[in-house]
């Protein structure tokens, strides 16, 4: 989830509806469905790791009890290039829960693309993901896809 100060508060209790939407329709388990989530802006933090939670309510309540503004990165950039980064090291690793026998996505919930001169950082970094999806959720109001995308 998108964090920059350029994130309405309207705007990130969004972001949070419709992940709360998603998880809902979804079969969460220990065996089944497992989800995380990442704040990002100008670097990323883990809210929750994969095998935090193992129930669809306990992943409801957690993704609305996040807060805006984290303290762990600079709110002023949208790197979404370290985002991924992050992801692939930090994130979607054993202690994390992440499974071998599972596949990985990743919903990339954005309000524009990322910083200046970054599209083809942000690029690298989606070639770079190995027997992943991702999606890309973003508001057409603020973002054009293509060049967040171009390669």
Known sequence: MEDTDQMSAIEFNDMKSF???LVSRM????TAIRIGVVTYADGATTVFPLNQYSTGSGIITAITNINQGSNAYNRSSRY???TLKHIQMNFFTTANGDRSNAPNYYILLVKGPSAEGKAAAF???VRAIDSSEVFIVGNSKFIDLHNVMSY
Do not use: E, N
């Open 19 to 21: 992940f709360v939407s």
């Open 27 to 30: 079969i969460i388990g220990d």
């Open 123 to 125: 690029s690298s970094a």
């Open 80 to 82: 979404v290039d370290k």
